[in-house]
């Protein structure tokens, strides 16, 4: 049973246009959720995180939304840089728990 | 943000040896840290929560005299891989969660670069 969703295997955005990734989670004990940026043969890197007390949070070119009725987050990238390109990890973690649970991550082309 | 290492970052070794991989936290302390495994083009895949000072807990599936893991110290996890054999050829990600709360939270978790373990 997968409780973190990542539903787009692959997104391709125009460079300088937004991108878009999104997740959805099923467990309600959730509380905080995190974005991974993830090269090949790298280990993932925090970008941005959220908690449920929020429903936005920014930094830099990089904001995500948290919408707790539809247990849905996304993620935004403005401006898309061809340097994003990577696959992109939703986490979420809660109920007490430091562990993470990933999503099966999203992979992102920016095209120059 | 919070820095953590891995060493090495690529091992080959003969099947039935024993290698052991490094992750340490160099900026901060971590009580606990958390060893990950991915196979090619699939996502992270938790195998155990490491606890400074305590035995690990591990995920159901992961076997726990195969894979050793000790956290001696606030900055240093060790995984070792016994008896290693081809079947463990995989990409191993530590990660370590930092408890300061002017990180980007007090859940958030920091990686290591990952180790390539090649077993031949």
């Known amino acids: 049973d997968q409780q973190v969703k990542q539903n787009s295997p692959s997104l391709s955005v125009q460079e300088g246009r937004i991108s878009i990734l999104n997740c959805d989670y099923t467990?309600?004990?959730?509380?905080?959720f995190l974005w991974y940026k993830k090269y090949p043969a790298e280990g993932p890197t925090f970008l941005i995180s959220?908690?449920?007390?929020?429903d936005k949070n920014e930094d830099g070119r990089f904001t995500v939304f948290l919408n707790k009725s539809a247990k849905h987050l996304s993620l935004h990238i403005v401006p898309s840089q061809p340097g994003d390109s990577a696959v992109y990890f939703c986490?979420?973690?809660?109920?007490?728990?430091?562990?993470?649970?990933f999503g099966k991550g999203t992979k992102l082309s920016v095209i120059p | 943000g919070a820095v953590v290492s891995q060493h090495p970052s690529r091992v080959i070794c003969k099947s039935g040896t024993s290698v052991k991989i490094e992750c340490r936290s160099l900026?901060?302390?971590?009580?606990?840290m958390f060893w990950y495994r991915q196979f090619p083009k699939q996502s992270l895949m938790l195998m155990a929560t490491?606890?400074?000072?305590?035995?690990?807990?591990?995920e159901q599936g992961v076997e726990k005299d195969k894979f050793l893991i000790n956290h001696a110290s606030l900055t240093l996890s060790t995984l070792t891989v016994t008896s290693a054999h081809p079947e463990d050829s995989s990409f191993y990600i530590c990660?370590?969660?930092?408890?300061?709360?002017?990180?980007?939270?007090?859940?958030?978790?920091?990686f290591g670069p990952g180790t390539r373990l090649t077993v031949l």
């Open positions: 990660s370590a969660r930092d408890p300061s709360p002017v990180a980007g939270g007090a859940d958030t978790q920091y």
């Open positions: 467990n309600s004990m959730f509380d905080y």
């Open positions: 959220i908690s449920s007390i929020k």
């Open positions: 986490a979420a973690t809660g109920a007490g728990s430091y562990q993470l649970t």
């Open positions: 900026d901060f302390q971590a009580t606990t």
């Open positions: 490491s606890n400074e000072g305590s035995k690990a807990t591990y």
